[in-house]
């Protein structure tokens, strides 16, 4: 039996992963199937997470997102478009202008509104959790130095902007653990006021760091790439990606023409592989130890496609329970097992390394510190 060698798996990987449990999200709003995706990225999460400030950030978008759930509830409470089969309350109605026809503030509050509304934001929840999954399971700035040369100065841009939650998350260990030896609160609203401003502050300030230390190595930097190259280079892969987000319309909605659903993502997937391709062969830029993709790497984001292929050949029904009237939502088989699929990078992912100055026998990666009694020597 051989051993496999602790290295830390492709960041685009996990992306990858996350990233194709994001598009199963989309695809339905039955909360047991989106509560199995929350389950399944946060086992995951817990299981491979490495020992960096940011791996904390998991918790923090699943609050993002609970918050999100209820600004759903409550504006659809506000501005809902009218009463359903089952009126649970009914709020003052407020009287508004007619150049606002066809908008209410206040009025009844229907069940089946609300079960709408709250399976909507479920959806938008789950999609935040599983950016937050791969924010805990990689650091931005791996998955920088792989970005392919076409995207690298928009993937510098890109990362800046990401690394603000690690930071965040960071920032929020630590003056919290500042607060505690001063005797202050450093959970509930109490601590707010006294850790937004500072948290906010640290992250933009590293974030602008960060910036400023990868334009002073180099960076974005054009080099000597001929200007018919770069303008090749945009057009192909901007090009690309608006047939494909285009494409995505045509694919959603089913009274739009054939020719614009999988042709055109088929083309603008090639106009943007072709970018690519082009962006490689403009050279100038160089790597510190790249991390490789092997076959954990395919094994992984495998997993994430098959389990957003699979839930998406499951009944529209089964996918999409229906509100009015307000009906059980049921747990499909099918789309159930494909999910489960995506957890097997729990363990098909290899070992990650361990830190330096931990004991072989401490697999947590934790300190071990010696117990001393009182009164001996030290």
């Not at 990078?345 to 117990?371: C, E, F, K, N, Y």
Request: glycine letters at 10%; a positive charge; one cysteine or more.
């Amino acid at each position: 039996m051989t051993t496999r060698v602790p290295r830390p798996l492709h960041p685009a990987a996990w992306w990858g992963w996350a990233t194709a449990l994001a598009i199963a999200a989309s695809r339905t709003t039955n909360p047991l199937l989106l509560g199995l995706i929350v389950s399944v990225t946060a086992y995951v999460a817990v299981a491979r997470r490495p020992a960096t400030p940011w791996s904390r950030s998991y918790l923090i978008f699943l609050r993002i997102g609970l918050a999100a759930v209820a600004i759903r509830v409550v504006l659809f409470a506000l501005l809902g478009t009218g009463p359903g089969t089952h009126v649970l309350f009914t709020l003052p109605r407020v009287p508004l202008p007619d150049w606002l026809a066809g908008v209410r503030l206040g009025g009844p509050v229907s069940l089946d509104g609300t079960l709408a509304a709250t399976y909507d934001g479920l959806r938008l929840a789950v999609i935040l959790v599983c950016v937050g999954a791969a924010n805990t399971l990689t650091s931005p700035r791996r998955l920088l130095k792989s970005l392919p040369s076409a995207l690298q100065e928009a993937g510098v841009a890109v990362t800046v902007a990401l690394a603000f939650a690690p930071q965040a998350v960071a920032s929020v260990s630590r003056l919290r653990a500042a607060r505690r030896l001063r005797g202050r609160a450093d959970k509930g609203l109490r601590s707010m006021r006294g850790l937004a401003v500072p948290v906010l502050e640290g992250a933009l300030d590293r974030s602008v760091d960060l910036a400023a230390a990868m334009d002073s190595r180099g960076f974005g930097r054009r080099g000597s790439t001929p200007a018919h190259v770069r303008r090749a280079t945009a057009a192909l892969v901007v090009g690309g990606m608006l047939a494909m987000l285009a494409s995505s319309y045509a694919l959603i909605d089913t009274q739009a023409p054939s020719g614009l659903g999988l042709p055109l993502l088929l083309a603008g997937g090639l106009s943007t592989a072709a970018g690519l391709v082009v962006g490689a062969r403009r050279g100038g830029r160089t790597r510190y130890r790249p991390d490789p993709w092997r076959s954990p790497e395919w094994l992984v984001v495998g997993c994430g496609v098959a389990a957003a292929v699979v839930i998406g050949l499951g009944r529209s029904t089964d996918l999409f329970p229906a509100t009015s009237p307000p009906t059980a939502p049921s747990l499909p088989l099918l789309p159930a097992l494909g999910l489960l699929l995506a957890l097997l990078p729990a363990w098909i992912a290899p070992p990650l390394p361990r830190p330096r100055g931990v004991p072989s026998g401490d697999a947590t990666g934790a300190a071990v510190v010696p117990r001393q009694t009182v009164g001996a020597a030290p």
